[in-house]
């Protein structure tokens, strides 16, 4: 199961008992935040994409959403997500608990500018009811990032 993967990564890092499971569903940003008790911004939502073949995976700021034209500048190409029943074997977490933590070799992790603005996040935990709540320099150490990126626009900027 994956939520283990991610406790057993986190227990190595003595970091376990920030773990937080839910009676309730967190698999979406409104879940999550409702949780939580907390602003849906501070949700650190993890997309799925494939580029070139290769899994991808991008963290950014719950009320964010790709921008096409960065992430084709920055990948060069267009951003394809990952279909839901390719996550879990390409990533090792499923739809609704996908998180940066534990995932498969050869998974790269890129970080979006729009977290930088929060003290502290929350991202999955590799189920559909955990999260875990992380300070921005925590995030980058557990999730073996490759680097930080701008790729995304505010949801309601495009409304």
């Given at each position: 199961?994956?939520?283990?993967?991610?406790?057993?990564?986190?227990?190595?890092?003595?970091?376990?008992?920030?773990?937080?499971?839910?009676?309730?569903?967190?698999?979406?940003?409104?879940?999550?935040?409702?949780?939580?008790?907390?602003?849906?911004?501070?949700?650190?939502?993890?997309?799925?994409?494939?580029?070139?073949?290769?899994?991808?995976?991008?963290?950014?700021?719950?009320?964010?959403?790709?921008?096409?034209?960065?992430?084709?500048?920055?990948?060069?190409?267009?951003?394809?997500?990952?279909?839901?029943?390719?996550?879990?074997?390409?990533?090792?977490?499923?739809?609704?608990?996908?998180?940066?933590?534990?995932?498969n070799d050869g998974v790269k992790v890129y970080l979006d500018d729009?977290?930088?603005?929060?003290?502290?996040?929350?991202?999955?935990?590799?189920?559909?009811?955990?999260?875990?709540?992380?300070?921005?320099?925590?995030?980058?150490?557990?999730?073996?990032?490759?680097?930080?990126?701008?790729?995304?626009?505010?949801?309601?900027?495009?409304a």
């Amino acid at each position: 199961m994956s939520i283990e993967k991610v406790r057993n990564y986190f227990k190595q890092c003595g970091m376990e008992e920030k773990i937080q499971e839910f009676e309730v569903s967190s698999a979406t940003v409104a879940l999550a935040a409702q949780a939580l008790s907390c602003e849906p911004c501070r949700i650190a939502k993890t997309l799925s994409f494939s580029v070139n073949g290769a899994p991808v995976l991008i963290v950014t700021a719950g009320d964010m959403k790709i921008d096409n034209s960065k992430y084709k500048a920055y990948f060069g190409t267009k951003a394809k997500m990952l279909k839901a029943d390719e996550v879990t074997q390409a990533v090792g977490h499923s739809v609704g608990g996908v998180c940066p933590f534990a995932v498969n070799d050869g998974v790269k992790v890129y970080l979006d500018d729009s977290l930088k603005r929060f003290q502290t996040v929350f991202p999955a935990c590799g189920s559909s009811n955990s999260a875990i709540e992380l300070t921005i320099p925590e995030l980058e150490r557990y999730s073996a990032f490759v680097s930080w990126i701008d790729v995304c626009k505010s949801v309601a900027e495009s409304a």
